[in-house]
C-alpha cells in the first residue's frame, strides 16, 4: 500500500477542503491555506481553523501539506519583493501551526539574473529570518526541487544541500521532491537504474530521513527540458514503466504522495490516484 492523495481546493471555507479530499480518495492531501495567486491574506480566525482541525481528525487522512502561494520568491534582487517574500513565508509558517499542518512545501525561486549563489544566499537568509519571524513550532519547512527553468534556485540535489547547510535550524527543514521537476532537470526516473541513482545521490548528499513528501507528475517535457508541465501519471514522458519503478522504491513506499497533475477530459485526481495505486501494487 502506499499513501497517496491530490491538492485539493479551500473554496468556501477551509474545511470543506477535507471533504474534497475524501471524495477524491485521498489517503494525504495537500492545500493552499489562502488565495495563492496574491499577496494578501486574510487573517486565519480560530473557527474555520478548529473546523479545519476537526475535520482532518474525523477523516483519518493525513499529513496534510500545505503550499506556499504562487508570488513569493525567496531568491529574488528586488528588495520588495524579498521583503514580501519573507513576510509570506513567515506567515504561512504560522497558519500552518494553527491549522495543525506538519509540512509546508516552498519553491525556492529564480535569482533573475544575479546569479546562482547570489541566489541561494538569499534563500538562506529568507527561510532563517522566516523561522525567526514565525517562532518556534513543529512545522516543518519541505524545499522543493526545480525543474531547471532560466534562473532557477534549487535545481540539483547538490543544490538542495547547498541552501540546506545555510539554514540554522536544520531540524526544521526537509525535502519535498518532485518527479516532473527532476525529470525536466535531468534525473532519468524511467529506469530502475535512473531512480536509483537518484534516490541514492539524495541519501549521500542530504539524508533519505529528510525527503518527507513527493510530488508524483509525469511530464509534459523531455529529459532535461527545463519545462514544468506536470502530465497525468503515466501519460507523460517519465511513462508508466518509470512510476512503477518510483512507486516500488524503498524511499517512497512510506511517504505521502501528492499527485499534482491536470484535471481534464482524460483524466480527474480520483483518477490519477486510482492510477497510483494500480502501479504501485502492479
Same mark, same amino acid.
Given at each position: ?154 535545481? @540539483?540535489?547538490? /543544490?538542495? !544541500? &547547498?541552501?540546506?547547510? +545555510?539554514?540554522? $535550524? #536544520?531540524? %526544521? ?87 499534482? @497533475?491536470?484535471? /481534464?477530459? !482524460? &483524466?480527474?485526481?480520483? +483518477?490519477?490516484? $486510482? #492510477?497510483? %495505486? ?5
Amino acid at each position: 500500500m502506499v499513501l497517496v492523495g491530490c491538492h485539493v481546493s479551500i473554496a468556501g471555507s477551509i474545511d470543506l477542503a477535507v471533504g474534497r479530499a475524501l471524495d477524491a480518495g485521498c489517503d494525504t492531501f495537500q492545500i493552499f491555506s489562502r488565495n495563492p495567486r496574491g499577496w494578501r491574506a486574510k487573517d486565519l480566525e480560530s473557527g474555520p481553523a478548529d473546523a479545519f482541525r476537526a475535520a482532518v481528525d474525523a477523516s483519518g487522512l493525513g499529513p496534510v501539506i500545505d503550499h506556499m502561494p504562487y508570488l513569493p520568491n525567496p531568491a529574488s534582487p528586488d528588495a520588495e519583493i524579498y521583503e514580501k517574500s519573507v513576510a509570506a513565508l513567515a506567515g504561512e509558517l504560522r497558519r500552518c501551526a494553527l491549522l495543525g499542518i506538519p509540512y509546508l512545501v516552498t519553491h525556492l525561486g529564480h535569482h533573475r539574473g544575479a546569479g546562482m549563489e547570489t541566489g541561494q544566499e538569499r534563500v538562506i537568509a529568507a527561510v532563517n529570518r522566516a523561522f525567526a519571524d514565525a517562532g518556534e513550532s513543529d512545522v516543518m519547512l519541505l524545499l522543493e526541487n526545480t525543474a531547471g527553468e532560466k534562473n532557477s534556485v534549487g535545481t @540539483t540535489v547538490a /543544490d538542495l !544541500r &547547498r541552501i540546506m547547510d +545555510g539554514i540554522d $535550524a #536544520k531540524e %526544521r527543514v526537509g525535502i519535498c521532491f518532485d518527479t516532473c521537476h527532476a525529470f525536466a532537470a535531468g534525473y532519468d526516473l524511467r529506469t530502475p537504474e535512473g531512480v536509483d541513482a537518484v534516490f541514492a545521490e539524495l541519501d549521500d548528499r542530504i539524508d533519505l530521513s529528510r525527503l518527507r513528501v513527493v510530488h508524483l507528475n509525469d511530464c509534459k517535457g523531455d529529459l532535461g527540458s527545463g519545462l514544468d508541465r506536470h502530465e497525468h501519471i503515466g501519460l507523460g514522458s517519465i511513462g508508466e514503466e518509470g512510476f512503477r519503478h518510483i512507486l516500488h522504491h524503498s524511499a517512497v513506499r512510506s511517504l505521502p504522495l501528492i499527485c499534482e @497533475t491536470p484535471v /481534464d477530459e !482524460r &483524466r480527474g485526481d480520483a +483518477g490519477n490516484i $486510482a #492510477k497510483v %495505486r494500480e502501479l504501485a501494487g502492479a
